[in-house]
Structures are given as C-alpha cells and as structure tokens.
C-alpha cells in the first residue's frame, strides 16, 4: 500500500490514540485510518454528543506542506474527497467516499483530538458542519474587524452590550435606538 501523498513510498504499519491501527507514510509523517479500523474503534470510544459543534477552532497548527496536494486512496485508487477545518491556518481531512478510508496529513489527527472531532470524522464532510464553520470563522473575522476598528476596549463594550441587548426581552428596541442614532445626519454641534 502506497502513500497517497507520494506513491513511491510503501505505508507502514502504526497506531494513534492508544489503539487505534493505522498506516503511516516514512517520508511524509501523513496517516492512513482504513474504514474498517476506524469504526471498530470509533464503537469503542465512549458516546458523546456528535453533534456539538468545538467551542473553538483556534488551536495553533503548522500546515504540512503535503496538505495541498490531493491524493489517491491508497486502497481503491479513488480520488480523495476533502473537508476543510478552519482554523487560523486551516487544513484539509481526506476522506475515500469509495471504501471511507481517512487520510491525515502529518499533525492533523493531533489537531482533531484537541478540538474533540477525531471520534467523529464523517461531519466534518457534511454541508452542516462545514457551514456552521464558515459562519464561525465569519463572525471571528467580523470581532477582530470590531476590535482593529474601535480598539479592545470600545470593542468589548460594543460587544457586552449587544449580548445584554440579545438576551434582554425589549432588547430589540435598544438596536432600534442605536441604528436610528446612527441613521440621523451628524450635525456640527453633536460633535
């Protein structure tokens, strides 16, 4: 069985997370999980709520430099299918959608344990899953916006207030105030 990576090199055989049977690459530290191996493992993990999303995605990780290239199933032959983690440096899990084969460039699993979805690699494929991580990696972008525009502290109000405005029964007349505030042309005397 070859690396998917780089299809000169002969995988060998390894384990991660205690028992878990695998093969790995030599030269590229990648990871081959074959299906089989991975569902009897995963039915060995204790049951947890598959469907919660991590609390965050910020986990510091190198991206290998393999990661951009696709790959071939080492298996089956069948191209890769990807799904992105999007993290500060984001990364791409390779997944067989022939035999469910997974593959995990050199650190990956690592960053999957941390964030508690290596349990679960299948949702990562799903459009919910990949959706709700575009919209947190959005709303990231948009905090970090807030903060470079109005500094931390300007920031942290903005953002205390409008919690307190979200969870208040009447909050939304306090956003109604705000954007009528702002709507209004600025007269020379209000400045």
């Not at 992105?84 to 440096?89: A, E, I, S, Y």
């Not at 299948?122 to 959706?131: K, T």
């Not at 947190?136 to 109000?157: C, F, N, P, V």
Request: charged share 25%; hydrophobic share 35%.
């Amino acid at each position: 069985m070859h690396c998917p990576k780089d299809r000169k090199i002969l995988l060998v055989n390894s384990q991660i997370s205690g028992d878990l049977a695998v093969k790995c690459c030599p030269d590229c530290k990648g990871t081959w999980i074959p299906a089989e191996q991975y569902e009897a493992w995963q039915a060995r993990q204790p049951q947890s709520n598959q469907d919660v999303f991590p609390e965050t995605l910020d986990v510091e990780y190198v991206q290998s430099p393999f990661d951009a290239k696709g790959g071939l199933c080492p298996d089956c032959r069948h191209y890769l299918s990807r799904a992105r983690v999007g993290l500060k440096t984001p990364f791409y899990v390779e997944r067989c959608l022939e035999c469910g084969g997974i593959w995990c460039d050199y650190g990956e699993w690592e960053v999957l344990e941390k964030l508690g979805l290596h349990t679960s690699i299948q949702r990562l494929f799903s459009s919910e899953w990949q959706a709700r991580a575009r919209e947190r990696e959005h709303l990231s972008q948009e905090r970090q916006a807030m903060i470079d525009k109005l500094g931390q502290e300007l920031a942290d109000q903005v953002f205390g207030l409008a919690d307190a405005l979200q969870d208040h029964p009447n909050g939304d007349f306090g956003v109604a105030y705000l954007m009528r505030r702002f709507d209004r042309p600025v007269s020379t005397e209000n400045r």
